[in-house]
């Protein structure tokens, strides 16, 4: 079993829908969850971060981690063509485990 | 991509030959990582480097060796390429080893026939 699971998608919505991408894992240690943000032959970056449990919201982007149930979320608002993109959720407690990556496409 | 840089961007190789991928930083970032990304197993952590001449190995190391002589420059090194290390490696670097906040190079493109 991986120590984290992510859906790999491909998942298509129309613009201006709610998205939500989500992440299992099973290491209690993981302290840091982050989402990544990674266009089609690019390096990933860094969308958002969370450490330990709660929210966090930046704009139209919401990062759940919910650690008694060793989930995690995050939701795209208003969804636009151009954040059809790969996601990938990350953790850490000192090495980073990264699930597979979610592919979304936004439809105009 | 924060100052990174990768070479070569693309590149074909033959079973059984020595390959040598490059990584360069402007950020005098500490700390330094490769990693190998492939379909249905996200990105893979393969050596990391916490300084000069220091080093570690991380999930997928087999087969990699890495050296870091200069802060700015991380090299990873397949000694003899096997078609199993086809894949798109990315560099990263990072301020501190507990830092959330990694900045990835824009990837090499590595293809063993």
């Known amino acids: 079993q991986k120590e984290v699971e992510q859906d790999p998608g491909p998942l298509s919505v129309p613009e201006g829908a709610i998205v939500s991408l989500n992440c299992t894992y099973s290491?209690?240690?993981?302290?840091?969850f982050m989402w990544y943000r990674q266009y089609s032959r690019k390096g990933p970056e860094l969308l958002m971060y969370?450490?330990?449990?709660g929210n966090k919201e930046d704009g139209r982007f919401t990062a759940q981690v919910d650690k008694s149930s060793k989930y995690i979320s995050l939701f795209i608002r208003d969804s636009q063509p151009s954040d059809s993109a790969t996601y990938l959720c990350?953790?850490?407690?000192?090495?980073?485990?990264f699930g597979a990556g979610t592919r979304l496409t936004v439809k105009p | 991509d924060a100052g990174i840089t990768q070479s070569p961007r693309h590149k074909v190789t033959e079973t059984g030959t020595p390959v040598t991928l490059r990584c360069h930083q402007t950020?005098?970032?500490?700390?330094m990582y490769w990693y190998r990304q492939d379909p249905g197993h996200g990105l893979r952590l393969i050596h990391y480097?916490?300084?000069?001449?220091?080093?570690d190995k991380g999930e997928v190391s087999d087969g990699y060796s890495v050296s870091r002589s200069k802060t700015e420059d991380f090299l990873l090194t397949l000694e003899s390429a096997t078609s199993s290390q086809t894949s798109v490696y990315f560099c990263?670097?990072?301020?501190?080893?507990?830092?959330?906040?990694?900045?990835f190079g824009p990837g090499t493109r590595l293809t063993v026939t």
């Open positions: 290491n209690s240690a993981f302290q840091y």
């Open positions: 480097s916490y300084g000069v001449k220091d080093t």
């Open positions: 990350a953790m850490s407690a000192g090495d980073m485990r």
């Open positions: 969370t450490y330990s449990s």
């Open positions: 990263a670097i990072s301020g501190g080893r507990q830092s959330y906040e990694q900045y």
């Open positions: 950020e005098n970032h500490r700390y």
